[in-house]
């Protein structure tokens, strides 16, 4: 080493300098960044408005409800245009990487039952992570098959603590259970379809449980139900693949949505809540244009 570098780093160390701006070399963006995010604890909750005049729509969801990747949207991040804000408020709690289970055992479901009061609603769209591995050392997210109240305790590596662990159905349940307790009304949406590997056909159904599920629940809880999967996949009819993905999802995977995607979801949970016979949700909506 030259002298005077070494006379520099020895007054470096001595004054507690940085090194040189030009000197640092950025790192490389960590690759288990949406992992930590995905198993990010709620903060605690807000402060209560219970004075608030006008009734609350909280959202409930995952990435394809609420994505803030560069380029993707979901759903939850545009729907409030088609409200009127002057009349109710629209908050998007969805979380990306959540299942039905995480979002709870998180605490985010817990500060939306802390806003929540009578006359409010809730939308809910779980499905797509609950199929993931019960106690993995990556998001441990994953929940029993079924509807029924089978469980299983565990060991939680990520919370590290003794967990147990109960069925997509149980969750559902729960959620409309603490809902109406708040004197919510709860919506349950069917997952939005994952982008199909197949020309879509009028016929055409997406081979997943969560679907059938998610409405089983919804009727058995005599709950409102948006087949949410069915009305988006009605769009695709007629198209290939590799044309609905350039128009609606991301590049990157099968799952993620471009902005026009969300907007074509949102529309559809629109679509879904007119067809809701009774749904004092609808009288929240913006007027649609009359037709020329």
């Known amino acids: 080493m030259k002298p005077v570098l070494l006379v520099l780093?020895?007054?470096g160390i001595l004054t507690g300098c940085k090194s040189a701006?030009?000197?640092i070399t950025a790192a490389a963006p960590a690759t288990n960044a949406p992992v930590?995010?995905?198993n990010e604890l709620a903060p605690p909750a807000p402060k209560k408005f219970p004075h608030r005049k006008m009734p609350t729509l909280f959202i409930v969801?995952?990435?394809?409800?609420h994505n803030a990747a560069p380029g993707l949207l979901g759903w939850g991040d545009v729907i409030g245009h088609y409200f009127d804000t002057n009349k109710i408020i629209v908050e998007n709690h969805a979380r990306p990487g959540r299942s039905s289970r995480t979002f709870q055992t998180q605490g985010w479901w817990t500060n939306i039952l802390a806003a929540a009061r009578p006359g409010d609603f809730v939308?809910?769209?779980?499905?797509h992570n609950d199929e993931s591995p019960i106690a993995d050392t990556n998001r441990a997210r994953g929940t029993l098959r079924g509807l029924g109240e089978e469980t299983t305790n565990v060991y939680n590596p990520v919370?590290?603590?003794p967990e147990t662990v109960h069925t997509y159905g149980w969750y559902l349940r729960k959620y409309v259970t603490d809902a109406r307790a708040k004197g919510m009304t709860p919506i349950i949406c069917s997952p939005v379809p994952r982008l199909p590997r197949a020309a879509v056909t009028a016929d055409f159904a997406e081979s997943t449980a969560y679907v059938e599920w998610?409405?089983?629940i919804a009727r058995n809880e005599h709950t409102y139900f948006i087949n949410l999967n069915h009305l988006v996949l009605n769009h695709f009819i007629g198209l290939k693949p590799e044309e609905i993905r350039t128009t609606y999802y991301t590049t990157q995977d099968t799952t993620h949505f471009s902005p026009n995607g969300a907007d074509l979801n949102a529309r559809c949970v629109i679509d879904g809540?007119?067809?809701?016979?009774?749904c004092s949700l609808n009288v929240f909506l913006v007027p649609e244009p009359a037709p020329n």
């Open 159 to 161: 919370r590290r603590t």
């Open 273 to 278: 809540l007119h067809d809701l016979n009774g």
């Open 123 to 127: 939308l809910i769209q779980m499905g």
């Open 21 to 23: 701006p030009e000197k």
């Open 9 to 11: 780093l020895v007054l």
């Open 214 to 216: 998610s409405e089983e």
């Open 61 to 65: 969801g995952d990435s394809t409800v």
């Open 36 to 38: 930590a995010e995905a």
